[in-house]
Structure formats: C-alpha cells, structure tokens
C-alpha cells in the first residue's frame, strides 16, 4: 500500500487552491526528508504513513513548526521541524538580524560533530535537507517540548541549568580542531572588534550614556590580553532562559539546550554570565556560580581558584554587556533590550571595577 500523507492546515492560515497544492508538495518533501534521516538512524527503513503539521508562532527567529508523525506500523513521533533559511525568519528578527546563512550552517554541524544526547541530553537530529540554491534549509529535531527555563522561577532548575554547562564544558574542552574548525574563536581578534564598536558608537550616545560606556570601555581595554589567554572551550554563545528546555522529570536529562546557530570555541564563563544576567539577587546569581565552579571541580579534577573564577565572570560579564549595546544601539527603536544592557554594564562597573 503507498504511504499516505496528510497535511493539517497551519493554524490560523487561510489556505487556498493554490496554497494547498504547495502546502502538500512541501509535506511530502518533508516525509520524504524523513524518511531518509529515519532510516539512516535505525538501520532499516522507515516510512511515514502519515504527517500533521502545526505551525507555531511563538518561534521569535527562525520558522518553526511542530510534526506529529505515524511511521509504518503505527508508532507515532514528535517531530521539531526548524527552517533555517534565513530569508524564511519570523517578521520581528528579519528587521532585527543578517539573512546570513552561515549560522545556520554552524547550527546543524554542531548537532553533527559535537552534539550527543546520550552525554549531553540535547536533541536528537532525525534529518536534515540542504538545499539553499532551492531555498531549502530544513532540520528535523527530536520535539523537546514546550516548557522553557525562562518561564521558571524555581532557582534550583536555573542552577541544574549551570550544572549541565559546567559538564558541556569540561567534556568540549579538548575535542580536536577537526571537530570544532567550523566554529568562531573568542580570541584577541574578536575582543578587539568589540573594542572598535564600542569606539564607533560613543558619538551616537546620549551624554549620560556616553560616560558609563566610556568607563566600561577603558576597563575593557585594560583586559583584553587577559581575555584572550583564558583556555577555551565550546560554548552555546546565548545561554539564556529562552534557549534552554526543561525535560519531564521522569527523563535521565533535566534540560536540552537548543538553537546553536551561536555556538563558538571561548571561555566557558561566557554561557554562566549569560544564565545568571538579568534580575537575581546577589545570593542566588553566586548560587549559581558557586554550583558551575564545583560540577566544573567535580567532572575535570581540577582545583581552581574561587576568587580568580569571580574576577573571570566580572571581565566576561563587562565584555557582554559592551557587546550586547553595540549591537543594540543600532536597533534601540526596535526593542528595549539596549536600555537593559546599559542597566547591565552600570551593575557591572558598580559592583565590580568601581575602582577603575
């Protein structure tokens, strides 16, 4: 018997002859796709039987949509579809990011080269077409859920979340350039780029602005060998609430780290300064620091110092906050988020470089 597959209207769209007709060349190229990955996977084939497509429209970057899948003999399977070309993203990041495709080409070989669910409880990849001459740019993930770490108030799953990176990093520390060439390196380079920025945007900036940003820059610039000799290793680049899921508990993993497209080679203290950035109390952010830093003791056997640790996160967390404004103050009209990084970089200097 042919396979048979049906496609659900996206929610919410009007679709019409026309629409309908492309609606279902595309689901069958998805099932096709599918069936290829799925086959890889297991040894033997698999046919999909049938696909229903949800499109979600809380995705703030990239096109996502949800599949719910039959395979051959009944067995059904949650599927994660993700469109990576980048002319394809939602409304608010086309006016806000590049239509570059290259982290998007970065996302999928991590999942490829260095990503493990069974070490690091990150999703599984099913299937992948790459196809960008026809503008196809698709990845078929495990369905990790719904439930993210930033709508989640209870600290002890935030500082979980500092654990799982403490073992990220210990286990991505000494993988092989063979592995990890593809991946941006935070080294002298790029923190001199981000001294250049910040240069180019002093003369944009309110006078009040102007001052704090200055003083930032002048402690930045003081640190930048420093920076570039700390020991790197592969970073998720955002580690934040949004980007984190939280597992069912009946599962061996608590979270899965999703959306890669910033993966980079750099000191691991720049994913804990991204968790622990915003609205924690002194207490609960050195909570989560103190959790990162015994996990890190705990997987490598190594005795770092606590005190030089907390210098590390000060220069790092001084670091993002100035990168963070340079790319917001050239779409400030677009968000609130360069008013939170100034916010940002005046805790930094205050509780950390008061004294220059």
């Known amino acids: 018997m042919p396979n048979r597959v049906r496609a659900a209207r996206p929610t919410g769209a009007r679709v019409g002859t026309k629409r309908r007709t492309g609606d279902d060349r595309i689901t069958r190229l998805m099932a096709e796709t599918l069936e290829e990955g799925l086959s890889r996977l297991q040894g033997r084939r698999a046919a999909v039987r049938e696909l229903r497509r949800e499109f979600l429209g809380t995705s703030s970057s990239f096109r996502t949509e949800r599949l719910r899948v039959v395979l051959d003999g009944g067995k059904p399977l949650s599927v994660f579809f993700k469109d990576l070309n980048p002319a394809h993203q939602m409304e608010k990041a086309l006016a806000l990011r590049e239509r570059d495709l290259e982290p998007s080409v970065r996302e999928v070989q991590m999942y490829q080269s260095v990503l493990s669910p069974e070490r690091f409880g990150t999703l599984h990849l099913y299937a992948t077409r790459w196809e960008p001459e026809r503008g196809i740019v698709w990845v078929f993930l495990e369905d990790g859920g719904r439930a993210l770490l930033r709508n989640c108030t209870d600290v002890d799953r935030w500082t979980a979340a500092a654990r799982w990176a403490a073992r990220f990093h210990a286990a991505t520390h000494d993988l092989s350039d063979a592995q990890t060439s593809f991946l941006p390196q935070y080294d002298d380079t790029h923190y001199r780029h981000c001294l250049a920025r910040v240069e180019a945007m002093l003369p944009r900036l309110e006078p009040p602005e102007r001052e704090v940003v200055r003083r930032g820059r002048d402690c930045y610039a003081r640190r930048i ?128 470089f008061a004294s220059g």
């Open 225 to 352: 060998d420093w920076l570039s000799a700390l020991p790197r290793t592969v970073i998720h680049g955002q580690f934040f609430g949004q980007n984190i899921l939280m597992r069912r508990r009946t599962s061996a993993h608590q979270i899965a780290v999703i959306d890669w497209e910033t993966a980079a080679r750099g000191p691991g203290t720049f994913d804990l300064v991204s968790l622990t950035a915003g609205k924690w109390t002194k207490t609960q952010r050195e909570a989560m620091w103190a959790a990162y830093f015994e996990e890190y003791q705990a997987t490598t056997g190594l005795r770092p110092d606590w005190a030089a640790f907390c210098r590390e996160l000060a220069t790092v967390a001084l670091h993002q906050s100035l990168e963070w404004l340079t790319w917001w103050q050239r779409r400030r009209s677009l968000s609130r988020d360069f008013r939170r990084f100034m916010n940002e970089l005046s805790g930094v200097l205050e509780e950390h």
